[in-house]
């Protein structure tokens, strides 16, 4: 159970404050992670200005107090005006595995020259290439080793570009192999499912499900990140439920099943990190989305940004946090919050060397 798991965490923990105390010689392997997960939104008012432009235009004078104009503004802004932003919010908080959802094949290219100190795996979902969104993972080869990685859709036809029938729009899952610095494998898995149709949200839960426990048995620990359009209770809490176990999966494709089933699909599940987080180390917003609406304006806020741990091995959350996008001085970097997670991975191993 994974609530044991985190037992084994906080032993482990207590072990390496013994070992320092009493001064033996141990050997003790960490692999602490920060983990972040981000819908960016998609450049959807694009224009023709890049970065050397946006860069020349930012003004270097730090304005008096009396000089700002507190959120002075909250309706959306082009790409070209949230980059900057966008990308020193991501390098501050330093992740070392990033997944980030929505964004369009320039919005990836910028990211990707704005922060050199990262690799990136995704496609396009719309043709497999460089069309449409991304569910893009972003990595520190510094950090991480990426080993091997793929992509499948969220349809019965899930190896070619496809829309499951009555969806919004085309659903993609992006799948990275790696390897931690002090050697644990793990999988990162990221996603963005439906906005409009439950029952493909509810497909899209079980296809992820069961390549989870498949990764759990051919690789190692199970790292899921995704914006859901499902959030963890009400009408369309659908694909919440299946993925974290709380409803069974639904029947899948025939070829993807004899692929991705094995002895452990039936008892795998997700867990919701926030939950596995002690509350003390619990901190930020609770909701994930705001939309581009004024400070005060709650509408429309839901928690639908999740990072998840697979069931079956050894992940502990250490601290977890929703960020904010929406900074007094200016205007959304995003109509989601970043979600943050600082994760231990594999177990600690304590062994006397002398
Ligand atoms: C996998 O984890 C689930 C959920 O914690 C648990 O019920 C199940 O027994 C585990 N399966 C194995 C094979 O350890
Ligand atoms: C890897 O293990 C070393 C030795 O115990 C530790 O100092 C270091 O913090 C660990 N690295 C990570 C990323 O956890
Ligand atoms: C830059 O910011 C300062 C301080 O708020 C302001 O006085 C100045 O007008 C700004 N310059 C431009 C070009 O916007
Ligand atoms: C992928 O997209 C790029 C640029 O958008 C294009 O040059 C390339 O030919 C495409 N590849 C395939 C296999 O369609
Ligand atoms: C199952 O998936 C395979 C591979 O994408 C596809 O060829 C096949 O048509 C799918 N079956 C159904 C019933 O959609
Ligand atoms: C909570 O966070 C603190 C400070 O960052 C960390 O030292 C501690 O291990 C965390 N506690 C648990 C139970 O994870």
Known sequence: MFSSLIICGLAAL????????????????????RVQSWNLRYDSMSDSIYYPQTASGLNATVPYTSEVSWYSSYTEKAWSTRRIGVASTIQFMNPGVLCMQEALNRQVVDLAGMMPEYKWIGVGRDDGNTSGEYSTIFYRPELVTLHSWDYFWLSPTYTVPSKYTGAGSIRIATVGRFTSANGTKFSAICTHWDDQSEDARQYAASMIRYRGAYETKKWGEVLLFGDFNSPSSGSDDGGYNIITGAEDMVSVNATFLAEYKSSLSDTFVMEDLLKYTPPQNRSGNHATFQGFVKVTDTSDLKRIDFIMGGSNSTITPLRYRVEEMFFDNGYHQSDHRPVIADVQLGTYKVSKSK
Request: net charge neutral; proline share 0%; hydrophobic share 40%.
């Open 14 to 33: 207590e072990l390496v404050a013994a070992a320092s105390t009493k001064k033996t010689s141990s050997t003790t392997y960490a692999d602490v992670i």
